[in-house]
């Protein structure tokens, strides 16, 4: 399950919800709730760097932080990108969308390749963050 900003927090209480969801993906997520110990779903946090309506730090970094439950998580920070990151063509977002969903939904895995050890965060990279478990 896959959503974007007050949709990328309603994923998160699907996933929550239903425990026979397989992975969640929050894109820019926003949600009153910050933790998320029940999910059981693998899931990938994607925030935006300079994201003004749902901060990495008040949203996605403590959602990452409280998927405890969690099949496995990450977190991945769009260098430079805002809130609506989401709305527009990006391949980074993609890229490792897809890859999260063909690896725990579709047990693919010849996709962990693109999760672990995950993207480059130098300088100049799209992406500025990335953590693993």
Same mark, same amino acid.
């Given at each position: 399950? $896959?959503?974007?900003?007050?949709?990328?927090?309603?994923?998160?209480?699907?996933?929550?919800?239903?425990?026979?969801?397989?992975?969640? $993906?929050? @894109?820019?997520?926003?949600?009153?709730?910050?933790?998320?110990?029940?999910? #059981?779903?693998?899931?990938?946090?994607?925030?935006? #760097?300079?994201?003004? $309506?749902?901060?990495?730090? +008040?949203? *996605?970094?403590?959602?990452?932080?409280?998927?405890?439950?969690?099949?496995?998580?990450?977190? @991945?920070? @769009?260098?430079?990108? +805002?809130?609506?990151?989401?709305?527009?063509?990006?391949?980074?977002?993609?890229?490792?969308?897809? +890859?999260? @969903?063909?690896?725990? $939904?579709?047990?693919?895995?010849?996709?962990? #390749?693109?999760? +672990?050890?995950?993207?480059?965060? *130098?300088?100049?990279?799209?992406?500025?963050?990335?953590?693993?478990?």
């Amino acid at each position: 399950m $896959v959503g974007h900003s007050m949709g990328g927090g309603g994923t998160l209480e699907a996933a929550k919800a239903r425990p026979s969801l397989e992975a969640a $993906v929050p @894109l820019t997520g926003w949600n009153l709730d910050k933790t998320w110990p029940e999910v #059981q779903a693998a899931t990938l946090v994607i925030g935006a #760097q300079n994201d003004t $309506v749902a901060p990495v730090g +008040s949203h *996605s970094l403590p959602f990452y932080s409280s998927l405890t439950g969690a099949e496995r998580s990450a977190y @991945l920070e @769009l260098r430079g990108a +805002s809130h609506f990151a989401p709305n527009t063509s990006n391949t980074t977002i993609a890229k490792y969308t897809l +890859s999260w @969903l063909k690896r725990y $939904v579709d047990d693919d895995t010849r996709y962990e #390749q693109f999760i +672990s050890p995950g993207p480059s965060t *130098s300088i100049g990279s799209a992406v500025s963050d990335y953590r693993l478990r």
